[in-house]
T-cell receptor, first 113, second 114 residues
Framework: DVKVTQSSRYLVKRTGEKVFLECVQD?????MFWYRQDPGLGLRLIYFSYDVKMKEKGDIPEGYSVSREKKERFSLILESASTNQTSMYLC????????????FGPGTRLTVL | AQSVTQLGSHVSVSEGALVLLRCNYS??????LFWYVQYPNQGLQLLLKYTSAATLVKGINGFEAEFKKSETSFHLTKPSAHMSDAAEYFC????????????FGSGTKLNVKP
């Protein structure tokens, strides 16, 4: 079974703090994704990566950056957290073929005070 | 960009009743289509996906979905709801130029009454 793990289930940070959300997958997947999930808006893609050190902006990249130094790990960085970044963050990975199934982690619920 | 519309943010059915969750997509070109389910406090998991092999797609837990190009729809159905089906369901469509990029609908929460 594919396993995608996220470093924290719940996180509380203060405005202006630098926040790191970590995601690790154990199936040698090429693609990794970061989404945020908000009620009534579904999932929106923040960033994705096709390979180590490769990244592409998704639909809402503003205020976020990412890092992929190793194939299995994809980090989401909030350089200076703001209250409007309070949300559920979901990481996903996929093998790399056309429209391959994305496998999701359990999510990190981030609250920025 | 593609878009996905899920009609009804909340759907309530009785146990044993038909489940119908609606999804319409914006593209004129048949994309790849997906239904995912999210149980409370969990990530999303794939229910089924359409890849143009067959218009009626069967998934896990007795769910199926029918791709209708003329209606740009991909509605999810299950003949008989079970209490364990209570969850949030998301329809997703792949981007036309980058098939690994998905657009998700806003979700439909299914409540199953005993």
């Amino acid at each position: 079974d594919v396993k995608v793990t996220q470093s924290s289930r719940y996180l509380v940070k203060r405005t202006g703090e630098k926040v790191f959300l970590e995601c690790v997958q154990d199936m040698d997947h090429e693609n990794m994704f970061w989404y945020r999930q908000d009620p009534g808006l579904g999932l929106r893609l923040i960033y994705f990566s096709y390979d180590v050190k490769m990244k592409e902006k998704g639909d809402i990249p503003e205020g976020y950056s990412v890092s992929r130094e190793k194939k299995e790990r994809f980090s989401l960085i909030l350089e200076s957290a703001s209250t409007n970044q309070t949300s559920m963050y979901l990481c996903a990975s996929s093998l790399g073929g056309e429209a391959d199934t994305q496998y999701f982690g359990p999510g990190t619920r981030l609250t920025v005070l | 960009a593609q878009s996905v519309t899920q009609l009804g943010s909340h759907v309530s059915v009785s146990e044993g009743a038909l489940v119908l969750l609606r999804c319409n997509y914006s593209s004129s070109v048949p994309p790849y289509l997906f239904w995912y389910v999210q149980y409370p406090n969990q990530g999303l998991q794939l229910l089924l996906k359409y890849t143009s092999a067959a218009t009626l797609v069967k998934g896990i837990n007795g769910f199926e979905a029918e791709f209708k190009k003329s209606e740009t729809s991909f509605h999810l159905t299950k003949p008989s709801a079970h209490m364990s089906d209570a969850a949030e369901y998301f329809c997703a469509v792949s981007d036309l130029y980058n098939f690994n990029k998905f657009y998700f609908g806003s979700g439909t929460k299914l409540n199953v009454k005993p």
